[in-house]
């Protein structure tokens, strides 16, 4: 092969590497947690007031190892803290989300 041709053949992966990353394509390996915010919008981003919190349940089933986040279970956006144990919540971080607002979480222990 030709020299160029082979600058050519290397620089290819470099140009989609770069194409990817501006383009907000992320890959995120199997086991993994991510946070992905958006680089531009049309509508504002994180930083101009919103915000994110992170769920992890105290008590549940415990999470087998293959798994990394808690199943989703209804219970009122962890609000119901009775029906998140009733319907098969896990321990740990959890795969819910929680949208912008406010909610009355159940900080403390159980006494029930």
Known sequence: MEPLSLILLGAIPVVVAISLRLLGIRYIPHGRVGIVEKLWSGRGNMKDGGSIGYIYARDGEPLPPTQTLGR???CNSFQDARAFLEHGGQRGRQRAI???????????????
Not at 98 to 111: F, K, M
Request: glycine share 12%; hydrophobic share 40%.
């Open 72 to 74: 989703t279970v209804p």
């Open 98 to 112: 929680l949208r912008e607002g406010v909610y009355a979480l159940n900080l403390g222990p159980c006494s029930w």
